[in-house]
């Protein structure tokens, strides 16, 4: 009996871990990652990366920040913020990456992850009011709260 009883609390342990494995691992099957960096100036790199926590909170998206290679700060954003970003980042595309003569331009890379597939964009400069990438770097920024002019 006591036997019995061990058996079925291991089984009962076996399916919580798998349940605690499966819901952690499918909140890290997305996010979306942007990030800029100088080759020239060390220790320019931002890195901000928006991961949905799938919770039922009005504040569901975790955004880490990294500033100048290290940890500056994390916060929460809503839902339909982050789909308004994904929404601008959708609507990207080659023909909007930037063709600049800068001699020391910064780079821009956003990558979207969302199970296995992986959607990346890079950008050379800084861009323009005029350009799509504008607006999308002003709210992953705004959600830092940095500000455009940040940009190394």
């Known amino acids: 009996m006591k036997q019995h009883i061990l ?4 089984a009962i342990l076996i399916i919580i871990s798998f349940l605690i494995f499966y819901s952690c691992s499918t909140q890290k ?53 982050y789909s308004e970003i994904l929404g601008l980042f959708a609507d990207i595309s080659e023909k909007d990456t930037a063709k600049t003569t800068w001699i020391d331009a910064p780079s821009i890379e956003i990558n ?29 920024l705004e959600t830092a709260k940095l500000k455009i002019q940040d940009i190394d």
């Open 7 to 10: 058996q079925v609390m291991k």
């Open 29 to 81: 099957n997305e996010y979306l990652e942007f990030e800029t960096s100088n080759a020239i100036v060390i220790g320019s790199k931002t890195n901000i990366t928006l991961i949905p926590t799938y919770r039922n909170s009005t504040k569901n998206v975790k955004v880490k920040i990294f500033r100048h290679n290290e940890y500056l700060d994390s916060r929460k954003i809503t839902n339909e913020k």
């Open 112 to 140: 979207f992850k969302k199970g296995d597939s992986i959607k990346k964009f890079y950008y050379n400069g800084i861009p323009q009011e005029d350009e799509k990438l504008y607006e999308l770097t002003r709210l992953i």
